[in-house]
């Protein structure tokens, strides 16, 4: 086994951290207060070629898997929020165009992302469509050379500031799961408006929207993939990207681990450093451990598509399930050993608790993480 990442890996990690430690984590609060899209940063990430990350180079895309893991992790260590916006765009809303799209799409969407750093949202769930994803009621019929779409999708990340999106809808809905198709929707296409934002607890500056297809109208040529095959699409994506849920994890984890140990160090109280009382000791081990573990099964997961090309369900959920849960125990901690200041917006560990509790949530919830891997493991559906 070789845990050491490649001297490129390494320097490009160094690269990142020192980006994120002087233009990212400094800026965290002020978005988080502000919820505005840090567009300024997100240009900066362009430049620096983090939106090609994990994108074919034929279409302008650089990297590999592990390198894409690292990315995440760095930039969610500095803010979640800024780490959701990215890892939406460049692993699940553009990974169906990756995966699914012809040659055309791929020329037409893919560059955008990688070269100009275009912002793209990834349009599933609905009011009474969440885990149960193949439920969604958006519906879609042809007319001549285009279809049009009717629905609303909820909670979607990006939604308020996506330049495109690739959005599901059914052709009937009692074809279940085979029914469902997915398309790319340009921004201004007619008939597409962004409705209600939602006020969340964490990752202000990544927008929830509402999005309503109003008699949307689509051109033909913008279907994804075969017609019935949208649940496929879906599910590919949301599979692929779980290994990027689980690196934002990590990055929470380290940040609130970090001003955790600082803090320990420097507070005293009873005529020493708090670092010294066994209690915080305790704790300081256990975040350490959780993290390690957490880290190590993400690296895994990486390692292994990026070794077999292919991703499978079961050590991707391991590692969101196991670092998402680990970020929640590490965040709670954290805000334990800074006392009553850690429930104050002086310290970030306030901001990391709130960040990190949704990498439970999205994705695929924890129990949806538990079923997929049980349903690996005794190959029972
Ligand atoms: C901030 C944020 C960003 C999001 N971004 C996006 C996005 O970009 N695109 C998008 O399409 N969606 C997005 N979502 C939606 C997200 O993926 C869903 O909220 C999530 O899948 C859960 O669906 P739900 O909220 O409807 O919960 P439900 O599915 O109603 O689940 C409620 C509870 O029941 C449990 N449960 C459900 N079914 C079972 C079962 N069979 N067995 C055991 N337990 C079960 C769940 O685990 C959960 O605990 C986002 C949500 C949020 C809050």
């Known amino acids: 086994m070789d845990f050491e990442l490649t001297e490129e890996q390494k320097m490009f990690q160094s690269m990142l951290r020192d980006f994120v430690d002087n233009e990212v984590a400094p800026n965290a609060a002020a978005w988080d207060e502000s919820e505005e899209f840090p567009t300024d940063a ?57 995966m699914f799209g012809n040659e055309a799409q791929k020329r037409t969407y893919i560059p955008r992302v990688a070269n100009e750093g275009a912002t793209v949202a990834f349009a599933l769930t609905e009011a009474m469509a969440g885990s149960d994803v193949a439920a969604l009621d958006t519906r879609y019929l042809r007319e001549d050379d285009h279809f049009v779409l009717n629905g609303t999708k909820i909670f979607i990340t990006n939604g308020a500031e996506a330049d495109f999106l690739v959005a599901f809808a059914t052709r009937d809905k009692s074809l279940g799961y085979k029914g469902i198709s997915a398309f790319i929707i340009d921004r201004n296409a007619p008939g597409f408006s962004v409705g209600k934002l939602e006020k969340k607890m964490g990752l202000h500056p990544a927008s929830a929207a509402e999005l309503v297809f109003d008699n949307c109208k689509v051109p033909a040529a913008n279907l994804l993939g075969e017609e019935g095959q949208g ?5 590919r ?115 990391i608790y709130r960040d990190q509790r949704i990498m439970e949530l999205f994705e695929g919830t924890s129990e949806m993480q538990r079923w997929t891997i049980a349903r690996q493991i005794t190959g029972l559906k």
């Open 42 to 98: 997100i240009h900066k990430m362009t430049e620096l070629g983090l939106f090609g990350l994990h994108l074919p180079e034929e279409y302008g895309g650089s990297g590999d898997d592990l390198t894409f893991v690292l990315a995440c992790e760095e930039l969610a260590r500095g803010s979640g929020g800024l780490s959701s916006i990215y890892i939406t765009t460049v692993s699940l809303a553009i990974g169906p165009i990756v």
């Open 231 to 235: 649940f496929k699409v879906a599910l």
């Open 237 to 351: 994506a949301i599979d692929s990207c779980r290994v990027s849920i689980a690196a934002q994890s990590v990055g929470l984890a380290q940040a609130a681990y970090d001003a955790a140990v600082a803090y320990a160090k420097e507070r005293k109280q009873f005529g020493v450093e708090i670092a010294r009382h066994q209690g915080i000791q305790f704790m300081i081990a256990d975040m350490a451990v959780d993290l390690d573990a957490a880290r190590l099964l993400t690296y895994r997961a990486a390692w292994q598509q990026q070794q077999t090309g292919e991703v499978s369900a079961k050590e991707p959920s391991m590692a969101k399930l196991f670092a998402s849960e680990a970020a929640h125990r590490i965040a709670h901690k954290a805000i334990q050993v800074h006392g009553g200041y850690g429930y104050t917006k002086e310290f970030a560990v306030e901001r």
